[in-house]
């Protein structure tokens, strides 16, 4: 049974960081891709960044590129996502979500095979 645990969320002022992590279990995703979607109350699941197993090839929404940082440890199977100067509208509820392959636009939730509980991520003004 594959597993998605998310960490690290929490609330921060506008300007500071935070740094989520997300261990995954049963199975491992070399091969694949993960990423982080969030979504904030009323809105649609938005994609934030992904990294692939393969290169480590990282792709990142424009609203976060330059501030955000998607890194992998396949050793221990875990992804982290580093926050920088965070945003009032970064506030969200942050997943973890991985895909078997790394095929793909990957930015589609649609696309992706397993999901973490999320996160919740409050920044204030």
């Known amino acids: 049974q594959v597993q998605l645990v998310e960490s690290g969320g929490g609330l921060v002022q506008a300007g500071g960081s935070l740094r989520l992590s997300c261990a995954a279990s049963?199975?491992?995703?070399?091969?694949?891709?993960m990423g982080w979607f969030r979504q904030a109350p009323g809105k649609e699941r938005e994609f934030v960044a992904v990294?692939?197993?393969?290169?480590?090839?990282?792709y990142y929404d424009d609203s976060v590129k330059g501030r955000f940082t998607i890194s992998r440890d396949n050793a221990k199977n875990t992804q982290y996502l580093q926050m920088s100067s965070l945003k009032p509208e970064d506030t969200a509820n942050y997943y973890c979500?991985?895909?078997?392959?790394?095929?793909?636009?990957?930015?589609?939730?649609?696309?992706?095979?397993?999901w973490g509980q999320g996160t919740q991520v409050t920044v204030s003004s």
């Open positions: 979500t991985a895909k078997r392959s790394y095929t793909g636009r990957l930015r589609s939730w649609y696309e992706y095979d397993y």
């Open positions: 990294i692939t197993g393969n290169a480590g090839g990282t």
């Open positions: 049963g199975r491992t995703f070399i091969g694949g891709a």
